[in-house]
């Protein structure tokens, strides 16, 4: 059952893969080596040799934004993956089994709920110090809970449909029916929050950059890059431009996508063609 | 209190003519003319999807943005509708009519005392002084029979039972004297003894002002009962308008005596005798069922709801047992004990000797599937991402060796033992009628062959036409398999149609259970001869003519 995404998520699909061919075509050419200094050439202004620039170090920006945009989008990517591949089954199973389980569950996932999701973040990145990977884990923790909050109250819903309590009067399995019933019907509304995840963990990201916490320099990230040139802001305005407008369009990107996605994954709107 | 001006078209109060309404490429009326008189009530029937609350609507030119009429023209006291727009518009329908909706609930505004709803439509409408409003609400609310009626007016919505709140909207709707009153399925929500008041009431009070009823309903018998005039709609087209008497009770055209004929009536065969002896299937013993509800306060005990109270049942192979009762009597909580969807606060399910509420996981599981149930609304019982064949594989168990594609075949069997052909296999629910969905949905139950199929008011959602196809599908499936059934409904004439014996509910109480024609020809219980008094029920008389039949005479006073 193949169908056109509208044109809005046309459009977002088309923005997140203009990224990721631009991220992958940076790993077979780059116009400059990204961390290569160069004082001769320090806070040039975008050229015909340096189409974005140079930053105080004299190193390219257009080869940092597009190696940047490999670590940014690779960290709020894999964040959205597993937050979701982690929170969406144990929503559901948290909502079906219910009982002293789904309790005790719910209050530590409200414990970290409790935090903003950035300072729980800070919190581990602390402990595992700065690095990709530890970014990852600590945006996916602080992420999760609120997955789980959003599965378990579709799940809830669920449980009481008569579709899942036929389901179970056929003799089938806790774990066939949250599988089979449960989450597919989650899918939707927590395919809409993982968009809206993917643009908070970009941003997280750079906040933590920001922070020192993020992936340490040289290697940079969107974000990281947004914070150095905030000292430069008055003189030089494209070492935070280039890599604010690659953000704005990610998240641009990944909003409209969303959109189109929770349309197309309901099955209601899917082609009517064969109605009997 | 008439300073309504008298127009210059006495003889008909609203006037319908040519009517063409249309939704984008859908036409949702087709050339429809009527007209409704004062003093009189003209009923719209249909089934759904027949169009007979877009008429309603558009009467009152209340359509939905994208709907327009491209043809005809509405007139109420002379004035034409389609000239007037906005302001003017809403003032003359405030004026003229009242509506009364199915949902009460919903009609009312539930952070507002009903007293203030009640004025306010009054003031606005009819142009009266709050203290004129207020007493003519203390008044109407007195006519309605409702007690205390000064207390009841700083009352919230909730505080009100459901046939109490339609009262109130029909209050809220006759407050400021409108020539029209619209009400839309007003009774489909309610209890058959509250539907019948809420009717009564409506008559009396629309006799009273002097206004029109304008009565949109599925139920023919209503219509016997309460309307002079009636139009009988069909996808959008006129198929009879007249009189009751020309139109149902000696149905003219073919297309509304089939209707007709799809009224459930007549009685089951009596019992073969081997039924009759057969032992036992399914032991219902002292069930009570307590919901626990929430505690006022910590250490205040839990306050806990009796929803059926030392209920003994039994159910015999292949015999066909229906539990009767309005909502609330328990009946749905019943139903789901039997299949252990609920486990009974105190007493025992046994089903063939084995009590169900011992077994426990994998041999619960084995168990059950001999137990099935067919809910109430089939749209909600199937899962919107699983095409027909996934849903009925679900009743599938696969057993090793068996061949490839022998899911896919037996689900084929069991759809064309539902009346559905091959290619429905890959279809989604939603692109299924209602009546399809309820097929699948009992295809879906009979795959693991059962030995009682519940069935939770599994015809109420369904049009009549659709309704007299499951009931004669679930009794042929019957005969050919062999499985008891139990028949939950609110519906008495479905009950006689289907069921070998009957098991009346009042408030968790069993309080009639006998053989059909016992139950229903000398019912024992107060409330069964209430129950029976009030059903409307629509009866062939020989030669093509029908006629409208009560029960029993009222003899006892029972509290709904």
């Given at each position: 059952m193949h169908q056109r995404l509208t044109l809005g998520g046309t459009i977002g699909a088309g923005l997140l893969g203009a990224m990721l061919f631009m991220t992958l075509a940076g790993l077979i050419a780059l116009p400059y080596d990204p961390v290569a200094l160069d004082f001769n050439q320090r806070l040039v202004a975008p050229s015909a040799a340096h189409w974005f620039g140079t930053d105080q170090?004299?190193?390219?920006?257009?080869?940092?934004?597009?190696?940047?945009?490999?670590?940014?989008?690779?960290?709020?990517?894999?964040?959205?993956?597993?937050?979701?591949?982690?929170?969406?089954?144990?929503?559901?199973?948290?909502a079906y089994v219910g009982g002293w389980v789904e309790r005790a569950g719910m209050i530590v996932l409200d414990a970290l709920l409790a935090f903003p999701s950035l300072l729980i973040a800070l919190a581990i990145m602390a402990v595992t110090g700065p690095s990709q990977s530890g970014l990852i884990i600590a945006l996916t923790i602080a992420y999760t809970p609120g997955v789980v909050r959003v599965t378990r109250s579709v799940a809830l819903s669920l449980r009481e449909t008569a579709f899942v309590q036929a389901s179970e009067v056929l003799g089938h399995t806790t774990g066939h029916i949250v599988w089979r019933h449960v989450m597919p019907n989650c899918v939707a509304p927590v395919a809409v929050l993982a968009t809206t995840l993917f643009a908070s963990a970009l941003l997280s990201e750079s906040a933590l950059s920001f922070l020192g916490l993020g992936v340490p320099p040289p290697a940079p990230t969107w974000g990281g890059m947004l914070a150095d040139g905030r000292s430069f802001l008055s003189e030089a305005l494209w070492l935070s431009l280039f890599p604010g407008i690659a953000i704005a369009l990610s998240l641009l990107g990944s909003n409209m996508l969303g959109d189109a996605l929770r349309d197309r994954l309901d099955p209601r709107m899917r082609s009517m063609g064969n109605a009997a | 209190m008439s300073h309504v001006t008298q127009t210059p078209h006495p003889s008909a109060l609203v006037e319908v003519r040519n009517l063409t309404v249309v939704a984008g490429a859908r036409t949702l009326l087709h050339d429809i003319s009527i007209d409704v008189h004062a003093g009189e009530v003209v009923a719209v029937v249909g089934e759904s999807g027949s169009g007979k609350s877009t008429l309603?609507?558009?009467?009152?030119?209340?359509?939905?943005?994208?709907?327009?009429t491209t043809g005809g023209?509405?007139?109420?006291?002379?004035?034409?509708?389609?000239?007037?727009?906005?302001r003017p518009l809403r003032e003359l329908r405030g004026r003229m009519t009242g509506m009364v909706f199915q949902e009460p609930m919903t009609a009312l505004n539930p952070t507002m005392p009903v007293g203030?709803?009640?004025?306010?439509?009054?003031?606005?409408?009819?142009?009266?002084?709050?203290?004129?409003?207020?007493?003519?609400?203390?008044?109407?609310?007195?006519?309605?029979?409702?007690?205390?009626?000064?207390?009841?007016?700083?009352?919230y919505p909730h505080e009100f039972?459901?046939?109490?709140?339609?009262r109130l909207m029909l209050a809220a709707a006759l407050l400021h004297r409108p020539r029209l009153l619209i009400a839309d399925e007003?009774?489909?929500?309610?209890?058959?003894?509250?539907?019948?008041?809420?009717?009564?009431?409506?008559?009396?009070?629309?006799?009273?002002?002097?206004?029109?009823?304008l009565l949109v309903t599925h139920d023919l018998?209503?219509?016997?009962?309460?309307?002079?005039?009636?139009?009988?709609?069909?996808?959008?087209?006129?198929?009879d308008w007249g009189s009751v008497q020309d139109v149902i009770l000696r149905p003219r055209e073919p297309r509304v005596a089939r209707l007709l004929s799809a009224l459930p009536t007549g009685r089951r065969q009596a019992l073969p005798a081997t039924v009759e002896s057969a032992a036992p299937i399914l032991t219902v013993d002292q069930v009570s069922i307590t919901y626990a509800g929430r505690r006022e306060l910590p250490w205040k005990p839990r306050t806990s709801k009796a929803a059926v109270q030392n209920v003994s049942l039994q159910v015999r192979a292949g015999e066909t047992l229906a539990i009767v009762g309005e909502s609330g009597s328990g009946k749905t909580s019943l139903a789901r004990s039997l299949v252990r969807l609920l486990q009974p606060s105190s007493g025992t399910v046994s089903f063939a000797g084995q009590d169900l509420s011992s077994l426990h996981h994998r041999a619960l599981r084995e168990w059950r599937r001999q137990l099935q149930i067919v809910f109430q609304d089939p749209a909600s019982a199937l899962d919107p991402r699983l095409t027909v064949l996934q849903t009925v594989a679900e009743g599938l168990k696969s057993r090793n060796g068996d061949r490839p594609g022998w899911v896919r075949q037996r689900a084929t069997e069991l759809l064309r033992e539902v009346g559905l052909e091959q290619r429905y296999l890959d279809v989604l629910p939603h692109q299924l009628s209602g009546g399809q969905r309820q097929r699948v949905c009992i295809a879906r139950a009979l795959a693991?062959?059962?030995?009682?199929?519940?069935?939770?008011?599994?015809?109420s959602a369904l049009d009549l036409s659709v309704q007299a196809r499951i009931l004669d599908l679930i009794e042929s499936l019957q005969h050919k398999h062999g499985f008891a059934c139990v028949f939950v409904t609110h519906n008495l004439a479905v009950a006689e149609r289907i069921a070998d014996r009957i098991a009346v509910l009042y408030r968790g109480e069993l309080v009639e259970y006998g053989a059909t024609q016992q139950v229903l020809d000398e019912p024992a219980h107060p409330y069964t001869q209430a129950l029976l008094a009030a059903s409307l029920e629509l009866c062939a008389a020989g030669s093509g003519r029908f006629e409208l039949r009560s029960r029993q005479p009222v003899s006892g006073e029972v509290a709904s």
């Open positions: 170090f004299g190193r390219d920006v257009l080869s940092r934004v597009v190696l940047g945009g490999r670590g940014s989008l690779l960290i709020a990517s894999l964040t959205v993956l597993f937050t979701v591949v982690i929170g969406l089954p144990l929503g559901a199973l948290l | 309603a609507r558009s009467m009152i030119g209340l359509l939905p943005g994208e709907v327009r023209r509405v007139t109420i006291a002379g004035t034409d509708l389609m000239s007037l727009q906005g203030r709803q009640l004025i306010e439509a009054c003031c606005t409408h009819a142009g009266v002084s709050r203290p004129e409003a207020l007493e003519r609400a203390t008044a109407m609310l007195e006519r309605i029979r409702i007690r205390d009626p000064q207390a009841a007016l700083k009352r039972s459901g046939g109490m709140r339609q007003p009774t489909t929500a309610l209890d058959v003894i509250v539907q019948r008041e809420v009717l009564d009431l409506m008559r009396e009070l629309v006799n009273e002002i002097g206004a029109a009823m018998a209503v219509v016997a009962a309460y309307a002079n005039r009636v139009a009988v709609l069909d996808a959008g087209h006129s198929v693991p062959e059962p030995r009682l199929l519940v069935a939770d008011e599994a015809v």
